[in-house]
């Protein structure tokens, strides 16, 4: 793994192309200059995009340009570690084939100098989300995948726009009950100590943060709706965040 490493998580690039999606775009693009520039891994928590389903006649519209420049960045030798979220799961094989990408249906866990990581897109993980984790088996079961991707991609874009709540999270930092933050925060630390870990990074609930506790870490991945958030592990094998600023 490359250093220093990029991490970014619940862009939600929306399925349209209007003057603020563009924006956001444009501060993604100038993080991808500034990654050439110095080299290193990025890596995606999961919920890149709003919407992404690839289907038998092919993938959604408006993402050509955030498409073209991964493949840039790829091309910058720069390697692309793909987290899949509950938004953007069903990837067939076309990351890999357009920009490189190493994809990660599941969590993925990775050593840097002798740091043992994990990044997971944390969805599912709440206990009163249980609903969530018995729709979420039936989604991405196979027999399912076979007839959603049968749906030509124009109509499920119609209707990823209509389920989409996405519009509604722009300029209101999300706020997450303290028991749910809590809930996550032993989640984390009691994952960390089980699986030996020295930092869990997760996505999913738009939080943000860096905790360390006995010299290990857990980190909100923030979103990049409103807080454009970069989070990055440096040559020193240091973490930090910020909101990235064009």
Same mark, same amino acid.
């Given at each position: 793994?490359?250093?220093?490493?990029?991490?970014?998580?619940?862009?939600?690039?929306?399925?349209?192309?209007?003057?603020?999606?563009?924006?956001?775009?444009?501060?993604?693009?100038?993080?991808?200059?500034?990654?050439?520039? +110095? &080299?290193? +891994?990025?890596?995606?928590?999961?919920?890149?995009?709003?919407?992404?389903?690839?289907?038998?006649? &092919?993938?959604?519209?408006?993402?050509?340009?955030?498409?073209?420049?991964?493949?840039?960045?790829?091309?910058?030798?720069?390697?692309?570690?793909?987290?899949?979220?509950?938004?953007?799961?069903?990837?067939?094989?076309?990351?890999?084939?357009?920009?490189?990408?190493?994809?990660?249906?599941?969590?993925?866990?990775?050593?840097?100098?002798?740091?043992?990581?994990?990044?997971?897109?944390?969805?599912?993980?709440?206990?009163?989300?249980?609903?969530?984790?018995?729709?979420?088996?039936?989604?991405?079961?196979?027999?399912?995948?076979?007839?959603?991707?049968?749906?030509?991609?124009?109509?499920?874009?119609?209707?990823?726009?209509?389920?989409?709540? +996405?519009?509604?999270?722009?300029?209101?930092?999300?706020?997450?009950?303290?028991?749910?933050?809590?809930?996550?925060?032993?989640?984390?630390?009691?994952?960390?100590?089980?699986?030996?870990?020295?930092?869990?990074?997760?996505?999913?609930?738009?939080?943000?943060?860096?905790?360390?506790?006995?010299?290990?870490?857990?980190?909100?991945?923030?979103?990049?709706?409103?807080?454009?958030?970069? +989070?990055?592990?440096?040559?020193?094998?240091?973490?930090?965040?910020?909101?990235?600023?064009?």
């Amino acid at each position: 793994m490359k250093l220093p490493i990029y991490c970014i998580s619940d862009n939600h690039f929306l399925l349209e192309n209007n003057l603020d999606e563009m924006k956001r775009r444009q501060k993604l693009f100038n993080l991808f200059l500034y990654i050439k520039k +110095t &080299g290193g +891994t990025l890596i995606i928590g999961g919920d890149f995009f709003d919407f992404w389903l690839e289907t038998n006649y &092919g993938i959604p519209n408006y993402y050509n340009d955030i498409l073209d420049e991964l493949e840039m960045l790829y091309q910058n030798n720069i390697n692309i570690h793909y987290v899949m979220g509950n938004h953007d799961y069903w990837d067939f094989g076309f990351f890999k084939k357009k920009f490189g990408c190493v994809v990660h249906k599941k969590d993925f866990l990775f050593n840097v100098d002798n740091q043992k990581i994990l990044i997971t897109h944390g969805d599912g993980v709440l206990k009163h989300d249980y609903m969530y984790r018995f729709m979420k088996n039936i989604i991405r079961s196979k027999p399912f995948v076979f007839m959603i991707r049968l749906i030509p991609s124009s109509i499920l874009t119609v209707l990823a726009k209509r389920i989409s709540n +996405t519009k509604n999270k722009f300029g209101k930092n999300s706020v997450l009950d303290p028991d749910y933050k809590n809930e996550l925060r032993q989640f984390a630390f009691n994952k960390i100590k089980n699986d030996k870990l020295n930092t869990l990074l997760m996505g999913h609930y738009h939080q943000l943060g860096i905790e360390n506790k006995n010299n290990q870490c857990f980190i909100h991945l923030g979103d990049w709706i409103n807080n454009y958030t970069v +989070t990055i592990l440096d040559e020193q094998g240091n973490w930090t965040q910020k909101k990235w600023e064009l």
